[in-house]
């Protein structure tokens, strides 16, 4: 090596029921405050921001930010609507949109939701033991659409970095809701 950079093994042990990590960098809770504007059903919305329900959950394991090193994480999204919307990550394109994710659900039920900015849209099944690959250049949401908590593990680029502002102005087009008691995806 050329410089001071030389980066280190790292090991963790996973709790696959909760998607709890025993030593997290970073552990979070998104909470709906932080993502109403996002539902369909803003009246619904605003109904809850007093209770202002925990939507998911992060636990990362920081590792360097650089191409040739990988990032991970456990994703807990948990079971509840929004109206009749089911609760769901923010979702974002990578900054770096060259790069791709591999998601393995290890429990729950849900949706992946990807998205180009061309307008191409892809939804594949998350159940336990399904792994989704988001090519590079998909935009990525986790769509809860069971009575569990749906919980991922989840590995991109070290230098993938995260874009939500594009999501945030433009939304997906399609979104998960239920219709007599059953997910039904939806155009926007
Ligand atoms: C990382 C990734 C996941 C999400 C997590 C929360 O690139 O895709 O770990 O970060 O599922 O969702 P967002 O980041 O959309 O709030
Ligand atoms: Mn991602």
Redesign the pocket.
């Known amino acids: 090596m050329t410089n001071s950079y030389f980066p280190r093994p790292v090991d963790v042990k996973i709790n696959m029921a909760t998607g709890e990590l025993d030593s997290p960098d970073s552990a979070y809770d998104?909470k709906l405050s932080q993502m109403y504007t996002m539902y369909e059903d803003q009246e619904a919305a605003q109904k809850l921001l007093g209770a202002d329900p925990v939507i998911?959950k992060?636990y990362e394991k920081k590792l360097p930010e650089l191409p040739g090193e990988l990032?991970w994480?456990m994703?807990v999204?948990l079971p509840g609507k929004v109206g009749r919307e089911y609760y769901m990550?923010?979702?974002?394109y990578?900054s770096v949109r060259e790069t791709a994710?591999i998601?393995l659900c290890v429990a729950g039920e849900g949706y992946m939701l990807m998205e180009t900015e061309q307008g191409d849209v892809e939804i594949k099944e998350m159940r336990p033991n399904t792994c989704v690959y988001v090519p590079a250049y998909w935009a990525?949401?986790?769509i809860n659409t069971g009575g569990e908590p749906l919980i991922?593990f989840?590995v991109?680029p070290g230098h993938?970095g995260?874009d939500?502002g594009s999501i945030e102005t433009k939304g997906f087009k399609k979104r998960v809701v239920e219709i007599d008691g059953k997910p039904v995806i939806i155009d926007v």
Do not use: I, L, M, P
Not at 89 to 92: D, I, L, Q, R
């Open positions: 998104r998911y992060v990032q994480c994703s999204t990550t923010k979702g974002h990578h994710e998601y990525h949401r986790s991922s989840c991109y993938a995260h939500y």
